[in-house]
């Protein structure tokens, strides 16, 4: 359940940070946003490997 959840949030970082980047935004701010849901992609790959 936990590992849909994050792999949600991480989509939803994904489309921030292609937003932010469309409309001009501070290059850290997109940067962190791809760095969170890669963070939350990888959380969630390692709840799924550890339920298996």
């Known amino acids: 359940m936990w590992s849909v959840i994050l792999m949600g949030l991480a989509g939803i970082l994904i489309g921030g940070a292609i937003s932010f980047r469309r ?4 290059q850290i701010v997109t940067v962190s946003f791809w760095v969170l849901a890669g963070m939350s992609l990888l959380g969630a790959y390692l709840l799924i490997d550890s339920s298996v």
């Open 23 to 26: 409309q001009g935004m501070s």
